[in-house]
């Protein structure tokens, strides 16, 4: 059964300090993705990585996806109050009929 | 609409009466995912129907659950009977094609079992 684990579950931290935060399985994956989820709002898609050791940026935020695609990272450099919420990673495996499966999440709070 | 819509928003019923949710994906989208997420939790695969396909419901928790889709539209979600450990919020996804990571979600209905 493929897992991804997320940690840490709960961050909460200053506003300007950078974090990263982790997605890590025993399994490969051909791609994960990285899904931000506001209070009463579905998850909305942030990156998709697919190459091992593909590091995408979007802003202050750099995603990385390990060399063996089992693990991935998000950092977030001064991070601010509107980064505030539950950060999802998910991926799918190698094989044709995978489905995507969903890690718990980190739930980060951003204090101004 | 532009997005992937849900009803109800907010939806508040007895132990043991039958719930229907309802997802209209995004126009087009020919994947449509349902997944649940507990309180404080992450999303928990519940089915997945893919065009003509015969729907994937491997992740449906029990015989209480079921879920159709007409064509390339409209997905309900159907609890019967209730129970407390089903409060949770459903949220819907689609899809453009068969493989393609990008899911886009609605805002979900809270489902609250009193």
């Known amino acids: 059964t493929q897992l991804l684990e997320q940690s840490p579950q709960f961050l909460s931290i200053q506003e300007g300090e950078n974090l990263t935060v982790y997605c890590n399985s025993s399994?490969?994956?051909?791609?994960l993705q990285w899904y931000r989820q506001e209070p009463g709002e579905g998850p909305v898609l942030l990156v998709t990585?697919?190459?091992?050791?593909e590091v995408k940026k979007l802003k202050r935020l750099t995603f990385q996806f390990g060399d063996a695609r089992k693990d991935s990272s998000l950092h977030i450099t001064a991070a601010q109050p509107g980064d505030t919420g539950l950060y999802l990673c998910?991926?799918?495996?190698?094989?044709?009929?995978?489905?995507?499966?969903f890690g718990k999440g980190t739930r980060l709070h951003i204090l101004p | 609409g532009a997005g992937v819509s849900q009803s109800p928003s907010n939806k508040v019923t007895e132990k043991g009466k039958d719930v229907e949710l309802r997802c209209d994906p995004i126009?087009?989208?020919?994947?449509l995912y349902w997944y649940r997420q507990r309180l404080g939790q992450g999303l928990e695969f519940l089915i997945y129907?893919?065009?003509?396909?015969?729907?994937?419901k491997s992740g449906l928790p029990s015989d209480r659950f079921s879920a159709e889709r007409t064509g390339e539209s409209v997905s309900t979600l159907t609890i019967q009977r209730t129970q407390q450990e089903d409060s949770a919020v459903y949220l819907c996804?689609?899809?453009?094609?068969?493989?393609?990571?990008?899911?886009?979600f609605g805002p979900g209905t809270r489902l609250l079992v009193l």
């Open positions: 399994s490969v994956f051909s791609s």
């Open positions: 990585v697919v190459t091992g050791g």
């Open positions: 126009s087009g989208h020919t994947a």
């Open positions: 996804a689609s899809s453009p094609l068969a493989g393609v990571e990008t899911q886009y």
């Open positions: 129907f893919q065009g003509n396909s015969a729907p994937d």
């Open positions: 998910a991926g799918r495996g190698t094989n044709r009929d995978d489905k995507i499966i």
